[in-house]
């Protein structure tokens, strides 16, 4: 019973000496250290708190967060859309009717994207897009927090043609389409004539 | 008619201080809380989050008052009531310095014993009247606990009275400082009336009031319901106790009345055993340190920071120790509190009639 109550004593006292000290070293706040710090470890005591969208902790540029697309040197293979493990690429294309462009690595552009959005709200930061991206134009970003009022502003969009612009490329393409159909008609005419 | 004006008047300003206590205790408790657990508390309302108590009490001023269907609606509107007035008029027998008492009753300490043991009614009646399973197993919890441990804290404190031979708190306040018509025994040997200051206080006085003292801060805690005896709230089985169906005023009047008794019982102790609002520091020769700081506004003063750091170490308890269980609760209560209390109160007879005598 004694020895119990001597326990109890000794504990408790040891548990309130341990509060009173972090109490005490509150007076110390945590520094604001990128993690390439070799310090970052360092500080062992003080308050931990980052005050967030006051203070941030600085990123490494390589940090691997939002996506962004460089739609210039996208070729819109379609490729990022299809292994998407959560879909929240959604892609689509117009046949362009002669060659666009070449890309900055060198590769000739023949699709225009109408369409090239990113749900942020389904992205799971996966990475799995930047990998087969064959021209690397989807990139990931050190940018992490963005947050709306709307869902669907979380939508990202990356496509740089207008509503009128696609129509025309589409109008443009069914031309062509219905230019080929009928020279293909023609000759087979001509062939049947013969 | 004049003295109803000062009636009026006297329990305004209690009123005001327990609401302002209550949120300078608020604050300060989450605070303590933070920095002790590595983290910064409110720091958003005002400077250093200062004005978070304040912006908290204006939310729950504008909350709807909610009553439960199925509650029994008569004793679910008295109770947060009946709660809180049982602590504030717990008040009106504290003296804050010499002469400055709201009423000098010759039975002051029974007196605030009674009325507080009335809270336990209250929340009973919360318990009760809520018809919730969780508010009725922590308002028999809180009982069962308050009633139990207001043995020890009353026997804790006779100790304390059979020394001073009065229960009136203003009377026990003079016989521990320079200001005392009797002779002062520093442990029973040295007169100290002339020097005063700390050397005064009961717990000097006799140094077995030190360990009643102790006695009385454990069972004092269990009585405002702290952790770590606080399991008739027990967020982690009991949602939160008594208090699980109130919201709004009605809530913030039983938070309210928690605060103030946690001054209460610090300041009943302050009273008892430390000195009350005499000052901490003793006549030197010819320097009149007790003298100097003898005084309706260095009484106040004194009396206020004495508890103020009473209150502040049962807040650092509680965000030390974890919850006893029930039946730790009751047999740490009725085996060590309670033979202890009784042991003192058998050292204060005996110092009585031979050390002081």
């Known amino acids: 019973m004694n020895s119990a109550l001597l326990n109890v004593i000794k504990t408790v006292g040891k548990g309130l000496r341990l509060t009173l000290g972090h109490f005490f070293a509150a007076s110390e706040s945590r520094k604001v250290k990128p993690v390439m710090d070799n ?13 967030y969208p006051h203070q941030k902790l600085p990123l490494p540029e390589v940090g691997r967060y939002q996506l962004d697309v460089e739609i210039d040197d996208c070729i819109v293979c379609d490729l990022c859309a299809k292994i998407c493990p959560v879909d929240c690429i959604e892609i689509e294309s117009i046949k362009a009717t002669e060659a666009i462009g070449k890309t900055s690595d060198g590769t000739t552009k023949r699709l225009y994207a109408a369409k090239f959005d990113i749900d942020m ?30 869902l669907n ?42 | ?45 005002g400077k250093y989050g200062s004005l978070q108590a304040f912006a908290d009490i204006l939310k729950m001023l504008q909350k709807e008052f909610i009553i439960p269907s199925a509650a029994d609606k008569i004793l679910f509107t008295l109770a947060p009531i009946v709660i809180f007035v049982s602590v504030y008029l717990g008040f009106a027998a504290l003296p804050w310095a010499p002469d400055v008492i709201p009423s000098s009753l010759n039975l002051g300490i029974f007196y605030i014993f009674a009325i507080l043991s009335m809270e336990t009614i209250g929340i009973l009646m919360a318990g009760w009247g809520s018809n919730n399973k969780y508010a009725l197993l922590g308002s028999m919890r809180s009982v069962a606990q308050m009633v139990s441990y207001e043995i ?17 708190m203003q009377e026990i306040s003079i016989k521990q400082g320079i200001l005392s018509p009797e002779r002062i025994l520093f442990l029973g040997v040295w007169d100290v009336k ?31 319901n702290r952790a770590p005896f606080d399991i008739p709230e027990a967020e982690s089985e009991l949602v939160a106790g008594f208090h699980v169906e109130y919201s709004g005023l009605r809530f913030a009047f039983i938070f309210l009345a928690e605060y103030s008794m946690m001054f209460l019982v610090g300041m009943i102790g302050v009273i008892l055993f ?3 609002w005499n000052s901490p520091v003793p006549n030197i020769g010819s320097i009149k340190l007790a003298a100097w700081t003898t005084g309706i506004g260095w009484g106040i003063f004194w009396i206020v920071v004495k508890t103020l750091i009473v209150v502040a170490v049962q807040i650092w308890i509680r965000w030390t120790l974890p919850r006893l269980r029930v039946d730790q609760l009751m047999s740490f209560c009725w085996k060590v509190l309670t033979p202890l209390a009784f042991l003192c109160m058998l050292i204060s007879g005996v110092w009585r009639l031979t050390m002081m005598s």
């Not at chain 1, 310090?39 to 005050?51: E, M």
């Not at chain 1, 443009?172 to 062939?191: D, G, I, V």
């Not at chain 2, 004049?2 to 009026?8: G, I, Q």
């Not at chain 2, 329990?11 to 949120?23: E, G, I, P, V, W």
């Open chain 2, 1 to 45: 008619m004049n003295f109803y004006l000062t009636y009026v008047l006297v329990a305004t300003a209690l009123f005001a201080f327990t609401a302002l206590f209550t949120l300078f205790a608020l604050y300060s408790e989450r605070k303590i809380s933070a920095f002790i657990q590595d983290r910064l508390g409110p720091m958003e309302v």
């Open chain 1, 153 to 194: 502003e979380m939508i990202y969009k990356f496509s740089d043609m207008t509503q009128a612009e696609a129509e025309e490329k589409r109008i443009a393409l069914e031309k062509l389409n219905a230019e080929r159909l009928a020279a293909k008609e023609a000759a087979m005419q001509s062939t049947k004539d013969k």
């Open chain 1, 121 to 150: 709200a389904k992205c799971m930061y996966c990475g799995l897009c930047t990998v087969v991206c064959p021209t690397e134009c989807i990139i990931m970003t050190d940018q992490y927090d963005r947050s709306t009022l709307k």
């Open chain 2, 194 to 224: 002339a020097i005063g200051g700390f050397l005064a206080w009961s717990i000097f006085q006799a140094p077995h009031l030190i360990i009643a003292y102790v006695i009385y801060f454990i069972a004092s805690l269990a009585e405002c």
């Open chain 2, 274 to 276: 430390l000195g009350g």
């Open chain 1, 39 to 51: 310090n970052y470890f360092a500080q062992d005591s003080g308050t931990t708190t980052i005050q």
């Open chain 2, 152 to 168: 020890p804290a009353a026997i804790a404190l006779i100790s304390a009275v059979m020394i001073s031979q009065s229960l009136n």
